[in-house]
């Protein structure tokens, strides 16, 4: 008797991006064209704000809690790990997980404040093990560009000089799988360059690609 095929697993699509690149506006039509694609997919967020945890990443990014810089990096982290069992599972019941920000957002933001010890590999160390994506849609914006969009400067860390330090870390840390996408065009011409990735990283998943770990 033939053994029943195991339904494939969903993708795992990450935005990244800084500032008011348009991160939030191209993962929710993404998701509402892959579902109306007939795609099971869902959209996450980091930082999850819901959680216990989150409500704290929350406050310290609305400025009214102060966290030293080591421990609001491990934050975010947790704020990851606390999710990766309930990530792993929605995937592997197929379900397509488009998500707006992980842990490239957390290693670019922390190291861009250029603290003392908190180098580049410190920031990256609690990340490893947590989920590697199937592809990565990096919208790249000038950051005199993002800047201009409504609502820049609302939270900490929007200030034009963070955001280019946060920018050169995303150059450092780019793979030559992720997709580079110009965020600057319209956003249905960023929108079809975003689908047109995710649909490649669902297919690859569907032909049996594995989940790996970052940082393989
Ligand atoms: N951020 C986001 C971090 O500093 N570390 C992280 O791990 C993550 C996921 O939080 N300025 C920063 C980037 C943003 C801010 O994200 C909140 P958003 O997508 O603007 O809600
Ligand atoms: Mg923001």
């Known amino acids: 008797m033939a053994v029943p095929k195991a339904a494939a697993r969903g993708a795992f699509i990450l ?10 506006t191209q993962s929710t039509k993404l998701v509402e064209s892959l579902k109306a694609a007939g795609v099971n997919a869902e959209l996450w967020r980091y930082p999850d704000r819901t959680t216990e945890m989150g409500k704290m990443i929350n ?10 810089d080591g421990a609001i990096h491990l934050l975010f982290s947790a704020n990851r790990w606390e999710k990766r069992a309930a990530m792993e599972k929605a995937l592997g019941d197929g379900v397509t997980l488009v998500v707006d920000r992980y842990s ?14 908190l180098d580049l590999e410190w920031c990256k160390a609690p990340e490893r093990g947590l989920l590697r994506p199937d592809a990565v849609l990096y919208l790249d914006m000038p950051v005199d560009a993002a800047k201009t969009r409504g609502g820049f400067g609302e939270e900490r860390y929007e200030t034009g000089e963070l955001q280019e330090r946060v920018r050169t870390h995303f150059r450092v840390l780019r793979e030559d799988w992720w997709t580079i996408i110009d965020a600057s065009g319209t956003i249905d011409d960023v929108h079809s360059k975003c ?5 490649e990283a669902i297919q690859r998943c569907r032909e049996g690609a594995e989940l790996a770990r970052l940082w393989d």
């Open 104 to 117: 490239y957002s957390g290693v670019a933001f922390t190291a861009a404040k250029e603290v003392p010890g």
């Open 15 to 24: 935005f990244e991006g800084v500032d008011r690149c348009g991160k939030t």
């Open 59 to 68: 406050a310290y990014l609305q400025s009214s809690l102060d966290m030293d």
């Open 195 to 199: 689908a047109a990735a995710a649909d």
